[in-house]
């Protein structure tokens, strides 16, 4: 398929709508989609990680990445006097891992805009985003390993 242009959700396939506002009644933002999911899941898995390789997975209810977060942005507010809402951009320098994840939802939860950057993209690449997002945080996650 050589066609360019834009494509819209399966959901929509059978249908003459272009977008989807919601596909759960009252679920319109990625933290009314976590709190579903939530809700849904009654408390249930919501995070799996490996505290080894090769180790069976370990996983985070959903109150603990709840309260964790608000942990996170909380703090961030409070003591950083970073002001909630869509002007605000939080950089996570860091892996993909439940930590990420963590950090992200508590800035979606208090409504501020993500920017993830990635070490692979290089200390040059990294900058550059930041000054073009005009980031006001970078949350920099790194794990330690102790012998």
Not at 31 to 37: E, I, T, V
Not at 74 to 98: E, F, H, M, R, V
Not at 114 to 120: A, E, F, I, M, S
């Amino acid at each position: 398929m050589d066609q360019k242009g834009v494509y819209k959700s399966g959901i929509l396939k059978y249908t003459k709508h272009d977008t989807l506002k919601s596909y759960y009644p009252g679920v319109e933002t990625l933290f009314d989609a976590f709190l579903h999911g939530m809700e849904v899941s009654k408390n249930g898995k919501c995070l799996g990680y490996r505290p080894s390789p090769g180790s069976p997975y370990k996983f985070l209810c959903y109150a603990d990445v709840f309260k964790r977060s608000r942990e996170i942005g909380s703090a961030l507010i409070k003591y950083c006097n970073i002001k909630p809402g869509n002007d605000t951009k939080i950089g996570i320098y860091a892996k993909n891992s439940t930590e990420w994840f963590i950090t992200c939802l508590s800035s979606v939860r208090y409504s501020m805009v993500t920017v993830p950057l990635y070490d692979t993209l290089g200390a040059d690449a990294a900058s550059y985003i930041v000054q073009q997002t005009k980031i006001q945080f970078v949350y920099y996650l790194v794990k330690y390993k102790f012998n």
